[in-house]
C-alpha cells in the first residue's frame, strides 16, 4: 500500500468533498487536483485514479464506488454481517446518492431552470417549480428527513456507535437539505448530527484542502427553496 499512487480530481462545493474528507480519515497519502470548473475539466466528479508501481492507472468514479474501494482497502469505516448494525451500514450507505441525494437534485435542476428562464417568461417556470416541489419533491424529501431524524434521536451514528462511511456519504445531502429546507430546524437530532461531524479534525482538514466555502454552498441550495 506504500507504493500505491492515488489522485482525486475534486470539484470544490461538489459531492467529491465527501472523498477528500474519507481520504483524510484514512490517513492515506494522495495527490489533489482541483478542477474550479466542471465543464472545462470534461471529467466526472469525483474521479479516483489509482496506480501500482509498473502497473496500469485505474480510473474510478461513484463516491459510492469509491468510497468502498478505500475503506475495503485500509479495512476501516466497514462494519461485517455478524454486527447488529450490519443492516444500517448496508442501507444507508447506499441510500446517500441512491435515494436521497436524486430528489435534492432534482430541486436543484428545477431552481437554475427557473433562474435561466428569460425574465418574461420566468413566471411560468416558477409556477412550475413551486408546483412541483409542493406535490412532490418537498413531501419526499421531508419524508426522508424524517426517518434520518428518528434513526438518530436513537444513535450516535448511522451504525449505531460506530463511524462509518455511511455517514461520510450521507453528509453531503443531509447537509444541502440544511439549506434547501427551512423546515430543517424542526430536527434537533441532524443538527446535533451534523455539529457532531463538523466537530471531527478530518473533517475540518478536508473542508481546507478541498477549498470548501459554506457561503457558497449555501447560496447554491438556498435558491432551491
Keep these: 500500500m506504500q507504493d500505491l499512487k492515488i489522485t482525486l480530481h475534486h470539484l470544490p462545493n461538489s459531492r467529491s ?3 477528500v474528507w474519507l481520504l483524510e480519515e484514512l490517513d492515506l497519502n494522495y495527490e489533489l487536483i482541483i478542477c474550479p470548473n466542471k465543464i472545462q475539466s470534461g471529467l466526472k466528479f469525483p474521479t479516483l485514479l489509482i496506480q501500482q508501481p509498473y502497473a496500469d492507472i485505474h480510473t474510478l468514479t461513484e463516491s459510492s464506488a469509491i468510497a468502498e474501494y478505500l475503506c475495503q482497502l485500509k479495512k476501516q469505516f466497514i462494519l461485517d454481517a455478524p454486527d447488529n448494525m450490519y443492516w444500517n451500514y448496508c442501507f444507508y450507505k447506499n441510500y446517500a446518492d441512491a435515494s436521497f441525494m436524486p430528489n435534492l437534485a432534482l430541486k436543484q435542476v428545477f431552481a437554475q431552470i427557473a433562474q435561466q428562464t428569460p425574465w418574461l417568461l420566468r413566471f411560468v417556470s416558477l409556477a412550475f417549480k413551486a408546483a412541483f416541489n409542493s406535490a412532490y419533491l418537498t413531501p419526499e424529501i421531508t419524508k426522508q428527513l424524517q426517518m434520518l431524524d428518528s434513526h438518530l434521536k436513537n444513535h450516535i451514528w ?9 455517514d461520510i456519504l450521507v453528509w453531503f445531502p443531509l447537509q444541502a437539505s440544511q439549506s434547501a429546507l427551512l423546515s430543517f430546524t424542526a430536527y434537533p437530532a441532524l443538527a446535533r448530527y451534523l455539529t457532531q461531524i463538523q466537530s471531527r479534525p478530518a473533517f475540518q482538514t478536508a473542508l481546507l484542502k478541498g477549498h470548501w466555502s459554506t457561503e457558497e454552498f449555501q ?5 432551491t427553496q
Design 158 to 166: 448511522l451504525a449505531g456507535n460506530q463511524f462509518s462511511c455511511a
Design 219 to 223: 447560496r447554491y441550495w438556498q435558491i
Design 17 to 19: 468533498q465527501r472523498i
